[in-house]
């Protein structure tokens, strides 16, 4: 039997950046990326595909709403308040990371980013999330 696809939700407003996110995240094998461009579009999908999303890959500058909103509203909501979240963003202020984490975010990548480390890390944070 074949195994389901996991499908990981990419929340990018900047189209090179998604590009590079799209290149990093196409070799993941049995990995389905959902895209959206605004957090509020991100909340959307999210309780669209609900259970099939199994992780957010977000960035912090967003119009509307910030990543650190939608990390919140992500946590605060209890069908997806273990989901994996991680942060890829250029944010320049040096206290993003720690912000990030304690909004909820699980791992924390600066841009440029390393297209390795983030598939590392996407794939420990998928298999520890169905070892729950």
């Known amino acids: 039997m074949e195994k389901k696809p996991e499908t990981v939700l990419v929340v990018e407003d ?22 959206a461009r605004t ?6 999908l ?15 500058n967003m119009p509307r709403m910030s990543g650190l909103e939608l990390i919140e509203s992500i946590r605060r909501d209890a069908r997806h308040s273990r989901l994996p979240i991680i942060v890829v963003s250029g944010d320049t202020d040096p206290r993003a990371p720690e912000r990030a984490r304690a909004a909820g975010a699980n791992a924390y990548f600066p841009k440029p980013f390393s297209p390795a480390r983030l ?8 298999n520890a999330s169905q070892a729950l």
Do not use: F, Y
């Open 14 to 35: 900047n189209e090179s950046c998604a590009t590079t996110l799209d290149l990093a995240l196409s070799s993941v094998r049995g990995l389905k990326v959902i895209w």
């Open 39 to 44: 957090a509020p579009e991100a909340l959307l």
């Open 46 to 60: 999210l309780n669209e595909a609900h259970p099939e999303v199994r992780a957010v890959v977000t960035d912090l």
């Open 119 to 126: 598939r590392q890390k996407l794939e420990q944070l998928l």
